[in-house]
């Protein structure tokens, strides 16, 4: 047998040619296993075989006419295919070959076979790198991809962002999250902020100790000046009440209530109502005694022809009066005012009856007036009767009468 071979390794092209006189031949690169190691691919040629890169290429020698007619006919075998390597004959021309359709290719498991024209590639997934034959995830994070935190996954990242964030729809910026719309536990009322929010109370509440809940504040706790009389304490607020008799003047104080002139009395006809502090009295209309006749509205006399009105005043006044409790002292209460002057006449004015605890004196102004004062403080409900005289001297007619003003006088419950 004689075979000869020329290679031109620069170029990765093989030339064979070879005169066969033997019938048949051994193919070592199907019986030998591993024949070629590495990146190397086996060749088959009579009397041998090549291993050679799997880009060379192996044309056939043509056959000079001396040789034709020693050659015999052979057994088909790859080593001579007419086409390129990763090309295979196709009729009178070369097909690429799908080296990863036909499972030709030495890509590891987790890489992906891309078929070229006359080879193939192995391809890694994204998110991996190709190093040596193997694929390497790739560490996103490293290149600060995410505005907050980045964690690695194999083959891929993802972004998290820190508390009162949420990642945005590019999957790597972070943007507030309005934890107000997303049920913040705040009991009342709620302010977002950023990364963060607020719980705030509406008036009249306190903000609990875990920022969230809202307590009631017991306004009436605070002083006992929040009301007149009486404060109430409600959920987020507070209100003043007065005592019967008395009704709210604007929030805090209290004003009485005048019965008299609102109807809301029950003195008969034969009655006049008088108003006092928290109530009303009902008082006869003809205040009058014997031996004192009603002249007028209010006012008595006794007339000098009786012989029972000599030791009497000649006339009496009837006054009605309400005073609050615990009211400041001395305080001026009553201005007494002498209706009848005669003249030459010297008037004096005293408490005549009813200051039996001596809780009121006069002090006289002029000739013709004087006050009455209380001297002491008073708590009611209480009242009195006092009868305060005005007794005339005329030394030029060796003459003397006196007039007596009987008050009233209605101390209220309160000092309101």
Same mark, same amino acid.
């Given at each position: 047998?004689?075979?000869?071979?020329?290679?031109?390794?620069?170029?990765?092209?093989?030339?064979?040619?070879?005169?066969?006189?033997?019938?048949?031949?051994?193919?070592?690169?199907?019986?030998?296993?591993?024949?070629?190691?590495?990146?190397?691919?086996?060749?088959?040629?009579?009397?041998?075989?090549?291993?050679?890169?799997?880009?060379?290429?192996?044309?056939?020698?043509?056959?000079?006419?001396?040789?034709?007619?020693?050659?015999?006919?052979?057994?088909?075998?790859?080593?001579?295919?007419?086409?390129?390597?990763?090309?295979?004959?196709?009729?009178?021309?070369?097909?690429?070959?799908?080296?990863?359709?036909?499972?030709?290719?030495?890509?590891?498991?987790?890489?992906?076979?891309? #078929?070229?024209? &006359?080879? +193939? /590639? =192995?391809? %890694? @997934? !994204? $998110? *991996?790198?190709?190093?040596?034959?193997?694929?390497?995830?790739?560490?996103?994070?490293?290149?600060?991809?995410?505005?907050?935190?980045?964690?690695?996954?194999?083959?891929?990242?993802?972004?998290?962002?820190?508390?009162?964030?949420?990642?945005?729809?590019?999957?790597?910026?972070?943007?507030?999250?309005?934890?107000?719309?997303?049920?913040?536990?705040?009991?009342?009322?709620?302010?977002?902020?950023?990364?963060?929010?607020?719980?705030?109370?509406?008036?009249?509440?306190?903000?609990?100790?875990?920022?969230?809940?809202?307590?009631?504040?017991?306004?009436?706790?605070?002083?006992?000046?929040?009301?007149?009389?009486?404060?109430? #304490?409600?959920? &987020?607020? +507070? /209100? =003043?009440? %007065? @005592? !019967? $008799? *008395?009704?709210?003047?604007?929030?805090?104080?209290?004003?009485?209530?005048?019965?008299?002139?609102?109807?809301?009395?029950?003195?008969?006809?034969?009655?006049?109502?008088?108003?006092?502090?928290?109530?009303?009295?009902?008082?006869?209309?003809?205040?009058?005694?014997?031996?004192?006749?009603?002249?007028?509205?209010?006012?008595?006399?006794?007339?000098?022809?009786?012989?029972?009105?000599?030791?009497?005043?000649?006339?009496?006044?009837?006054?009605?009066?309400?005073?609050?409790?615990?009211?400041?002292?001395?305080?001026?209460?009553?201005?007494?005012?002498?209706?009848?002057?005669?003249?030459?006449?010297?008037?004096?004015?005293?408490?005549?009856? &009813?200051?039996?605890?001596?809780?009121?004196?006069?002090?006289?102004?002029?000739?013709?007036?004087?006050?009455?004062?209380?001297?002491?403080?008073?708590?009611?409900?209480?009242?009195?009767?006092?009868?305060?005289?005005?007794?005339?001297?005329?030394?030029?007619?060796?003459?003397?009468?006196?007039?007596?003003?009987?008050?009233?006088?209605?101390?209220?419950?309160?000092?309101?």
């Amino acid at each position: 047998q004689l075979a000869f071979c020329i290679a031109v390794l620069s170029s990765h092209i093989f030339t064979f040619s070879s005169f066969i006189i033997q019938k048949h031949y051994i193919n070592e690169c199907e019986r030998i296993t591993d024949a070629c190691q590495g990146e190397m691919k086996c060749f088959n040629h009579y009397g041998g075989y090549l291993c050679l890169p799997r880009s060379a290429s192996v044309i056939t020698a043509p056959e000079s006419p001396s040789q034709s007619q020693l050659h015999m006919t052979v057994e088909s075998n790859e080593a001579f295919n007419p086409c390129p390597v990763g090309y295979h004959a196709q009729g009178e021309g070369c097909a690429d070959l799908d080296e990863c359709e036909l499972d030709m290719h030495d890509c590891q498991p987790s890489q992906t076979c891309i #078929n070229t024209l &006359g080879s +193939f /590639s =192995c391809q %890694c @997934p !994204e $998110g *991996y790198s190709k190093i040596g034959l193997e694929c390497v995830d790739i560490d996103e994070c490293r290149y600060r991809y995410c505005q907050h935190r980045c964690v690695n996954i194999p083959g891929t990242f993802s972004c998290e962002c820190d508390p009162g964030f949420q990642v945005a729809a590019n999957n790597r910026s972070c943007v507030d999250v309005n934890e107000c719309e997303m049920g913040a536990p705040c009991e009342q009322r709620c302010y977002n902020t950023y990364g963060t929010f607020l719980c705030r109370c509406e008036q009249g509440y306190d903000l609990g100790p875990d920022g969230y809940s809202c307590n009631d504040i017991d306004e009436c706790s605070y002083s006992s000046y929040m009301c007149q009389y009486q404060c109430v #304490n409600d959920p &987020g607020k +507070f /209100s =003043c009440i %007065c @005592p !019967e $008799g *008395y009704q709210l003047l604007g929030t805090r104080l209290c004003q009485d209530v005048n019965e008299c002139e609102n109807g809301l009395h029950q003195c008969g006809a034969d009655q006049s109502c008088v108003n006092i502090h928290g109530g009303y009295q009902c008082v006869n209309s003809n205040h009058c005694q014997e031996p004192y006749i009603q002249v007028a509205e209010n006012r008595c006399t006794c007339p000098l022809m009786k012989p029972e009105c000599r030791d009497l005043p000649y006339s009496i006044v009837h006054r009605y009066m309400s005073i609050t409790s615990d009211r400041s002292v001395p305080s001026d209460i009553f201005h007494i005012q002498a209706t009848s002057v005669y003249p030459g006449a010297y008037n004096t004015f005293r408490i005549r009856s &009813g200051d039996d605890n001596g809780d009121f004196y006069i002090r006289q102004i002029n000739n013709v007036s004087a006050m009455l004062v209380l001297a002491r403080a008073v708590t009611g409900p209480r009242e009195y009767t006092l009868d305060l005289e005005m007794v005339s001297v005329n030394p030029l007619m060796s003459y003397q009468t006196s007039s007596s003003l009987r008050l009233s006088v209605y101390v209220g419950p309160y000092s309101f």
